[in-house]
């Protein structure tokens, strides 16, 4: 009975939830923030990544890894993602004033892989912002690319010229082979690696094969969740070309990462 109970109130807990999301995104309560891409090479910022972020009236700050779930089974995530996008799309066309090589990474649930319209909707957000296609990446968490209708999704949206990144690579349950026949652009190294170069010999041992892979594959490879000084520098030294990480700057608003380009790389790590 006690069960019973505890199961309907969180059914209510999450149709409250639920209800709550989709007012936050009718009233723009959704927005992106934006973490840097660091060049391990020039120690230049290259590229940053848009992550939601959701202050609720109700419920406070909202961590994603609740919210997007939440978002996928309430089918508000395809407005979710563009509310998302517009917002990276218009922070990176401000920023490409300054370094007009600038890119803009938005997480791509696989659950709109499978949109036919996903490719099109792109196109007119980027002719919107006026940016041209390789100003976009698209990353997608490895142990769902292989979901049906995505190989067709991530190729239209390569044919474009739009970057498409296997993110969290090594945590997933996706063969290699089947990754290997997928059009990505990139590759981004799960932080649970990254984290362990220098202190876990496994973990050092699957970045260098994972690095070993990429250049194979011609991938451009993404460390992510760099926290250290030691951690940058190993990895540089094993041929990594980009970082992300606290290390660099937590997720910020546009004028923060506005701010982060313009300064040096050693005075953001000082923020970081
Ligand atoms: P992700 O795509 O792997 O994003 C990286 C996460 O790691 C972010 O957490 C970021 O704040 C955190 N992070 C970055 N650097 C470090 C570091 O040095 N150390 C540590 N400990 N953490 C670091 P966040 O923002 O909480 O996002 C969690 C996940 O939620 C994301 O993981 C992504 O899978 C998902 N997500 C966020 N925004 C979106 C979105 O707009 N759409 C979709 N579909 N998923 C999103
Ligand atoms: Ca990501
Ligand atoms: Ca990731």
């Known amino acids: 009975m006690s069960n019973a109970l505890s199961r309907t109130a969180q059914e209510q807990l999450k149709h409250r939830a639920g209800a709550a999301l989709a007012n936050a995104l009718k009233s723009g309560d959704i927005v992106a923030a934006f973490q840097p891409k660091v060049s391990l090479d020039t120690n230049e910022m290259v590229g940053m990544e848009a992550l939601a972020r959701w202050t609720s009236p109700e419920f406070g700050r909202v961590a994603p890894d609740v919210f997007i779930p939440l978002a ?3 089918g508000l995530i395809g407005e979710l993602t563009h509310a998302v996008l517009r917002d990276a799309l218009s922070a990176c066309a401000i920023l490409r004033r300054e370094a007009p090589g600038m890119t803009v990474a ?15 909707q792109i196109d007119s957000a980027l002719r919107e912002a006026g940016l041209p296609p390789q100003a976009l990446v698209a990353e997608v968490t490895e142990s769902h690319v292989i979901a049906p209708g995505a190989r067709a999704t991530l190729t239209a949206l390569r044919r474009r010229g739009i970057g498409c990144s296997i993110d969290d690579f090594g945590t997933g349950h996706a063969s290699l082979l089947s990754l290997m026949q997928m059009p990505f652009s990139e590759l981004k190294i799960d932080r649970a690696f990254v984290a362990g170069c220098g202190r876990d010999r496994g973990a050092e041992m699957i970045v260098r094969a994972t690095l070993g892979l990429a250049r194979e594959m011609k991938l451009h490879v993404v460390a992510e969740g760099i926290e250290t000084e030691s951690t940058e520098s190993m990895l540089r030294d094993l041929g990594c070309n980009t970082g992300q990480g606290y290390r660099y700057g937590r997720a910020m608003n546009t004028a923060g990462i506005l701010a982060s380009l313009k300064q040096p790389v050693a005075e953001m790590r000082y923020h970081a």
């Open 72 to 74: 996928e089974e309430q």
């Open 106 to 120: 938005v997480n791509i649930s696989p659950l709109l892989l499978t949109d036919k319209d996903l490719p099109d």
